[in-house]
């Protein structure tokens, strides 16, 4: 399985083998740094990740919107589903409804300048977004997140808006130093885990052999004593 994802990712986002294994470090840390499974991350990347790309938001910044969701409860398809909302509004600049860019005003942006943001900055945009849904009065913020990026997607962007200091370290952890080599320090760190166990269980063994050569050593002893003169004869 995960074969079929790195070989379909590759593909699907035309990542070169370095920049692949790149993302399957990150996605690897972000499971092993929140409260997310590696193949729900690599879930969601595998239905977003087209149109991620088409809106500039990195693979890195995509399993980081991913994780939060995940970890905040949504299941990868309907975060999937979210996101992929989200991304495709954040880039209709002009093309948006009345409806949308009257939801857009409300919150004092503009769509079609979040459209050039976004090709400019995604992440930059997407936490704006997010910054001025978090800040309006509660009574009003399904009303706004459901006319800007429709019905479908209102539970996981609120989850977002109402999350979003998880999402601002979960995004420096996507791009972290830390991220980089991860799934080779995990494999050295198991590595090294086997060897201390092995080294315990021969230690273990060892052990037991002394002891048991304590107990059975001297009535062994003794019997070789006594039938020692009749094997002489």
Known sequence: AAGEF?????????????QMRSYADTINYLSDNTASKAEEIANISRRTGSIAKSQNVSQ??????????VGIGKEPEIAATALKKMYVTMGKGEYLTNKQAGAFRSIGLEGSQMAKLMQK???????????????????????????IFGEEAVDSVTGLVNNIDVVRENLKKAHSEAAKGSMEKEYQNRMQTTAEQMKKFKNKLLD??????????????????????????
């Open 208 to 233: 037991i052999g002394i002891s048991l050569g304590n107990t059975l050593l001297p009535p062994i002893n003794a019997a070789m004593v006594k039938l020692e003169p009749f094997i002489n004869k």
């Open 60 to 69: 890195e910044s995509n399993a980081a919107y991913g994780a939060t969701l």
């Open 6 to 18: 790195m070989a379909k990712t590759r593909s699907q986002l035309e990542l070169n083998q370095d």
């Open 121 to 147: 900055d995604s992440d930059a945009a997407i936490t704006m977004v997010l910054e001025r849904l978090n800040k309006i009065p509660k009574e009003a913020q399904t009303g706004v997140v459901n006319a």
